[in-house]
Structure formats: structure tokens, C-alpha cells
């Protein structure tokens, strides 16, 4: 199987870095996916949106708040706001986030993103 080197950074850190088969990233525009080969592109992170990587030890998600990914036919990058792994992430404190989020539309937001991390890896 063909693989792609992908580099996720955050403002703060070097989230991730490794070889995947696919990423699958929510953007402004919609949820695409990647694979080797691929048309470049630049897109533009949803806030609250997810990336999900597939490696060969199996998929890994995460929520990103916002961000950019560039795409080349053998490297994905990722540049988010922040990102969290879907396994790292507290549901109850998601979702308290997101009852108290009130007319704060981008922090609803990242509260939706973070609950569906943890739905779409299964946990």
C-alpha cells in the first residue's frame, strides 16, 4: 500500500508525524479525503472540525480548531489552531462545554468538533 508522510503541527507543538494511507480533514468547503497521489491543494480547517489519519496500526482521529491543510502528491501537512486526540478528550466536560457555550457560536463549535472526535474513533 502506497503511503504519504503527513506533518501535524499545532501552534504549540509537533502534534503528529508519521506515514498514513489516507487523512480525511473537514474543511470550510466540506470533509475530504486524501490519499497518495493526490491533486495539490490548500484548504482551510473548520473550526471544530476533525482529521482523521490512517496508518497501518489502524486510524487515529483528532479535533482541530481551525487551521490550514496543504497537500502535495506525497506529503499532507496540517497547521491547526490546536488539536486534541479523540482518546485524550473528556466527553462530560465536552459536553458541558458545549450546554454552556450559550451565543458563542465558535465555542459550540469547538465543543461539536471535539464530541464527534470521540464518536468517529468509536470511543
Not at 503527513?6 to 509537533?14: L, Q
Not at 458563542?104 to 472526535?117: F, I, T
Request: glycine content about 12%; cysteine-free.
Amino acid at each position: 500500500m502506497a503511503d504519504m508522510h503527513v506533518e501535524f503541527v499545532t501552534v504549540e507543538r509537533r502534534f503528529w508525524s508519521g506515514s498514513a494511507s489516507m487523512v480525511v480533514a473537514k474543511t470550510t468547503e466540506g470533509e475530504i479525503g486524501i490519499q497518495p497521489g493526490h491533486e495539490p491543494l490548500l484548504g482551510e480547517l473548520d473550526t471544530g472540525g476533525t482529521v482523521t489519519v490512517y496508518t497501518d496500526e489502524g486510524k487515529k482521529v483528532a479535533a482541530v480548531e481551525g487551521g490550514f491543510i496543504s497537500v502535495t502528491a506525497t506529503k499532507v501537512s496540517i497547521l491547526g489552531e490546536s488539536a486534541a486526540w479523540s482518546d485524550s478528550i473528556d466527553r462530560a466536560a465536552a459536553e458541558k462545554s458545549l450546554a454552556e457555550a450559550g451565543d458563542d457560536a465558535s465555542a459550540a463549535a469547538v465543543a461539536r468538533g471535539r464530541l464527534r472526535a470521540i464518536e468517529k474513533a468509536g470511543a
